[in-house]
């Protein structure tokens, strides 16, 4: 329910706050929606009437809002028409928000290091104003010791129910600008910052997670949408009509905001010109289970622009216990070989067995894996490359190339220095961290990235940190929630049009709408971080170009030529079609562009049709 503004004012109905002024209306910023079990919020199928705030999104169906319900009256008898009409408005807020799309922020459940809240983490302000109107009603909303030591003493009480992370704090948890205002535009001081222009390329996308080209000569360009879309794009950035690879009936996903399922990942093999093969990686259904599957398909005889579907053979599964952290990058490096980027297994902090799935060598979850998926054609769907580092340790998958990661969000292999070739052949990621901090990473072989002992450089799991067996790579860059709280990992800039950038990794992050870049020092060693804006003045004004984007980063990408794009959208659902693919574009080299049309070598597109 929402109700709008008439000229002399609005009213707010938390927590799903719409301004309305003069007929238009303004949707709420949504953060990152969880609800307490880890799946995403959803529409329940009967209408709730105790919480109906939460009615048309949220995370409660019809028997959890009737359990609450009976909760609230329960509490409520104890109370005289005064303390009714004091309390039951707080009273019916704070055991409603479990049916909030953001329960798992606002219940603290993302930190299995502490038990899960009985009161949902309230902002300052409102913290006060309930306790001293309604504090009697502490003790029976709350049966945890803290909570009836504090019940006399507000500052210690309104402590207890602050989160680490301020911006999920209720009510205000949908009106908080600290991570959402300016996205999209300048983001740092101009004299600190990179200023940089964007292309539009495509748009009317629906959550558009992965561009990649075939490597096949013909500049064309395929994109994937998380329903299990893939769309060609041909060198003058026309779509085809009809989709190169269609599996929307296959694929697990949903409409709601926070739904991390669905088709997640998309490759061509190598040698694709003389094969026809491609590789995707999507979350799927099988009876009860949830699992991530890793495909082969194979390119029509007929029609070099659509898929054969009757040619899908499935190359890998593995059973997911969650329906979060679902990893979703796969692709080819330097080797041949194709790499497959698996989450943790979902809910929070890794809790599965001893030490969790990503420090655990036996398990798939929480791991890099590499496999040879050439002259497959008869015999074993892969097999494994002699040189993996765990074939002969007991126990071990096989499979794994490294672990220690816990969701690593987009991948890429550097293509090297143009004349040197200096950083040929590395393996960036973005690995999404815990409750506090974001990571990039360079995989190499064999080694361990951490989770769940470390997030980013500090110690999340300290007994497991203090191992001294655990001999973990640190990541090259880490940023604190301030800064964003969803790593987008994206690609060492190669490319011919903007020798400014050569060597610069491009990166950004999902929900702060953050796009920022690290230049190796090569004096020390180190990866120095450079804010990355939008051009303001007449930085941007050429033909075509602009300077804004949707602020929710999903994807990078780059071309057959090694120019940089990347993917957001408006509306982070994997049915909403507002997603675009821009290109980064560098308005300092604008003035080069005849010796660019010169000097930057592309073969010319082959027929398509």
């Known amino acids: 329910m929402w109700y709008c503004c008439d000229i002399l004012g609005c009213v707010w109905h938390s927590p799903f706050i719409r301004l309305c002024l003069l007929g238009f209306w303004i949707a709420p910023v949504f953060l990152h929606p969880q609800c307490l079990d880890f799946k995403p919020p959803f529409k329940p199928q009967e209408d709730l009437q105790f919480c109906t705030m939460y009615g048309t999104f949220g995370c409660c169906d019809s028997v959890k809002d009737q359990e609450l319900m009976t909760k609230f009256y329960n509490i409520m008898d104890n109370f005289d028409y005064y303390g009714y009409a004091n309390c039951a408005g707080y009273v019916q807020d704070l055991l409603c928000q479990e049916c909030s799309p953001y329960a798992a922020h606002l219940f603290d459940a993302e930190d299995p290091s ?8 309230l902002c300052p302000d409102y913290c006060s104003q309930f306790w001293s109107k309604c504090r009697s009603t502490i003790t029976l909303l709350s049966d945890q010791p803290q909570h009836a030591e ?46 940089l222009c964007l292309e539009e390329v495509a748009n009317g996308l629906r959550n558009p997670l992965a561009m990649v080209h075939a490597n096949d000569g013909t500049h064309r360009f395929f994109v994937a949408e998380q329903v299990g879309l893939v769309w060609t794009y041909l060198p003058d950035r026309s779509r085809l009509e009809k989709p190169f690879l269609n599996i929307t009936e296959t694929v697990l996903t949903s409409p709601w905001e926070g739904d991390e399922r669905g088709f997640l990942g998309l490759t061509f093999h190598p040698n694709y010109k003389h094969n026809g093969k491609l590789y995707v990686y999507y979350s799927v259904e099988v009876g009860f289970d949830e699992r991530i599957r890793i495909s082969e398909f194979r390119v029509s005889s007929g029609d070099m622009n659509v898929v054969d579907h009757a040619s899908e053979r499935i190359i890998l599964e593995v059973d997911e216990p969650a329906s979060n952290h679902n990893g979703g990058m796969v692709m080819f490096a330097n080797d041949g070989y194709l790499y497959i980027f698996t989450g943790d297994g979902g809910m929070a902090g890794d809790p599965f067995g001893k030490h969790g799935n990503a420090q655990n060598k036996s398990a798939l979850l929480g ?81 361990n990235y951490g989770w769940r002992a470390k ?35 994206g690609y060492v800039y190669r490319g011919c049009e903007y ?34 804006c939008m051009g303001i003045g007449l930085t941007c004004a050429f033909p075509g170009l602009i300077n804004n984007y949707y602020q929710y980063i999903i994807s990078f990408a780059e071309d057959e030529a090694g120019e940089l794009y990347f993917m957001s959208t408006g509306v982070p659902s994997a049915t909403s079609p507002t997603g675009v693919v821009y290109k980064l574009v560098d308005p300092s080299s604008l003035g080069r562009n005849l010796i660019v049309s010169l000097t930057c070598p592309l073969s010319p597109p082959l027929s398509l049709t």
């Not at 500090?458 to 709280?485: E, F, Q, T, W």
């Not at 950038?501 to 060693?525: A, H, P, Q, V, W």
């Open 367 to 447: 791991k890099v894996l590499r496999i040879d998926v050439d002259d497959n054609d008869r015999g074993p769907l892969y097999r494994i490359p002699s040189d993996n580092p765990f074939v002969y340790e007991r126990g071990a998958r096989p499979e794994v190339y490294a672990y220690g990661v816990r969701n690593m969000w987009r991948c890429s292999v550097d293509r090297g220095d143009p004349l040197t070739k200096e950083g040929k052949g590395r393996i960036f990621c973005g690995d999404v961290g815990q409750n506090k901090f974001e990571e990039i990473d360079i995989i190499e072989k064999g080694r």
């Open 150 to 195: 504090t019940e006399q003493d507000q500052v210690r009480f309104c402590q207890n129910l602050q989160l680490e992370d301020p911006d999920y704090c209720y009510p205000h948890i949908l009106r908080n600008e600290q991570l959402t205002q300016n996205l999209g535009r300048v983001v740092a001081n101009p004299e600190g910052c990179l200023q």
């Open 455 to 489: 997030e980013g450089f500090s110690c999340y799991d300290k007994k497991l940190c203090a191992n001294r067996s655990l001999d973990d790579v640190l990541p090259i860059y880490a940023y604190p929630h301030k800064m964003g709280k969803s790593v987008t990992g």
């Open 114 to 121: 502490t038990p899960t809240r009985t009161i949902p983490g």
């Open 499 to 532: 020798p400014n950038l050569n060597g610069m990794y491009i990166f950004g992050d999902f929900m702060s709408g953050r796009m920022m870049s690290l230049l190796e020092n090569k004096n020390t060693g180190q990866w120095d971080y450079h804010e990355i």
